[in-house]
């Protein structure tokens, strides 16, 4: 039975009550792909007035495991890593595109992208992945 990314990806959603509580919106998807987007609200920021590092690397790693798993092979992650160069405020409108690296039998590495409303980066995050050989759905 073959099932497509979207299918893959809604199923994960129904089941993410995290990424649906950051308020994540599935933009694209193809194999291997995905781009997502995501409002920055008040309960998000840090004692300094910026959005906590988590939850960039929230939309990230959502982003991430919607790219890595969306050709129904259970993958989960083994490395992450993000490094942020923008800060991110309240109201900002997020968008993440994964992008796959390297697509291996057993192994996967994806880049995150994530810019702000005004196409600014505001972080790059990296993310390897275990291909389990079982599926999602």
């Not at 910026?50 to 929230?58: P, Q």
């Amino acid at each position: 039975m073959s099932v497509s990314p979207k299918e893959v990806v809604h199923h994960m959603m129904q089941k993410d009550a995290f990424s649906r509580w950051l308020g994540i919106e599935i933009l694209e998807l193809k194999e291997g792909y995905a781009k997502t987007r995501m409002t920055v609200r008040a309960d998000m920021m840090n004692g300094l007035g910026v959005a906590h590092g988590g939850i960039a690397f929230s939309l990230a790693d959502s982003t991430f495991a919607f790219a890595c798993n969306n050709r129904n092979v259970l993958s989960l992650a083994i490395d992450t890593s993000i490094n942020f160069v923008k800060p991110v405020k309240p109201k900002d409108v997020l968008t993440a595109e994964a992008i796959e690296v390297h697509d291996g039998k057993s192994s996967g590495l994806y880049q995150v992208i994530i810019k702000n409303q005004d196409n600014k980066e505001v972080a790059f995050f990296k993310g390897v992945c275990f291909r389990t050989g079982k599926s999602v759905i």
